[in-house]
């Protein structure tokens, strides 16, 4: 199995950002992907991070592992577009 890691990119715990969480978790939990791992970065305590990873809007997610690097924008309810973006799959 291949390990996915994604990033999810915060600035400050705004609704957006709290719902993007939201989202991001329950699209994880809901593909049932055990090595899948999720990081949250506010970028707002790490400002480096969003220079080093060119973030220019947030809330923003993107896949780092496995390649191709993918980002979606937003607050990622529209599941679908979420999972065709990053290319995730579900286990069923």
């Known amino acids: 199995m291949t390990v ?6 915060i600035a400050g715990h705004t609704p957006a950002a709290d719902r993007a969480i939201h ?3 329950r699209i994880v939990l809901d593909i049932g992907c ?6 949250i970065i506010d970028i707002l305590e790490h400002p480096q991070v ?3 990873e060119r973030i220019l809007a947030t809330p923003v997610v993107i ?7 993918r980002r979606v924008v937003g607050d990622l309810c529209e599941r679908e577009k979420v999972l065709v973006g990053l290319e995730l799959r579900e286990i069923r």
């Open 63 to 69: 896949k780092k592992l496995p390649p191709p690097v």
């Open 23 to 25: 989202n991001l978790e």
């Open 34 to 39: 055990e090595d899948l791992q999720l990081e």
């Open 50 to 52: 969003a220079e080093d």
């Open 4 to 9: 996915q890691v994604l990033r999810l990119y």
